[in-house]
């Protein structure tokens, strides 16, 4: 399977427990991003990197929340000091940025997050 | 910041009718891009408009985009059964945020 691939598919935790997901990109891909969707929302964007480099994080994105992508293959986000606001769909996504064209994204299956 | 809007937020139609779901951003877009998420699934990549009033035809799905690049729209000829979804607008901007809508739900009466 060359898509997009994210683990956990789901993860049920304790608040104030820290929590990782990994997300394994289509490998010539060289952009990857994390979102967050709720129920009846739209992904919400998270944050997102170009090889290794991380280019962006959302205003939303606080402190607990960090995320790597050391050789600019697979990334992980944790989420340290869970709250239970943080339940929700954690979905990645990769795309090829080439030259000045537009970006297709191909989304993982998600990792679903329960904080108890 | 960009806001990206899409109404209607549901819509129900009767099998067989059409579909149509519009999508508006605050900011002129780059490009605009169209996903659709299945019940308990992910968003998969329907098709990207890049140019100024562009239109795109996938076999009964019409994609727009609107001269001024901040308005988008996709219709749903003869809906089937297997349409029923969640239908997302993302816009792209200049500085490459992608800012997708809240989508609209379809659901197919039979």
């Known amino acids: 399977d060359t898509g997009v691939s994210q683990n956990p598919r789901h993860k049920i935790t304790k608040r104030g427990q820290n929590v990782t997901f990994r997300c394994d990109p289509i490998s010539e891909h060289n952009r990857l991003y994390w979102y967050r969707q709720t129920l009846g929302q739209g992904p919400e964007f998270l944050t997102y990197?170009?090889?290794?480099?991380?280019?962006?994080k959302s205003r939303l994105l606080s402190d607990r929340f960090s995320a790597e992508r050391p050789k600019g293959s697979f990334s992980t986000l944790e989420i340290q000091r869970t709250e239970q606001g943080d339940s929700a769909m954690y979905l990645c996504?990769?795309?090829?940025?080439?030259?000045?064209?537009?970006?297709?994204?191909?989304f993982g299956p998600g990792t679903r997050l329960l904080v108890l | 910041g960009q806001q990206v809007m899409q109404i209607p937020q549901y819509q129900h139609v009767q099998e067989g009718e059409d579909f149509t779901t519009y999508c508006n951003s605050s900011t002129t877009l780059s490009n605009i891009q169209w996903y659709k998420q299945r019940p308990g699934g992910h968003p998969v990549f329907l098709i990207q408009l890049v140019k100024s009033g562009e239109v795109k035809k996938q076999k009964r799905l019409t994609f727009q985009f609107g001269e001024a690049k901040k308005n988008s729209s996709l219709h749903i000829t003869a809906t089937q059964t297997t349409d029923v979804g969640t239908y997302f607008c993302a816009g792209q901007n200049r500085d490459d945020k992608i800012i997708f809508g809240k989508g609209t739900r379809l659901h197919i009466l039979p």
């Open positions: 990197f170009q090889n290794e480099a991380q280019l962006e």
């Open positions: 996504a990769s795309s090829l940025r080439a030259g000045t064209g537009g970006e297709t994204q191909y």
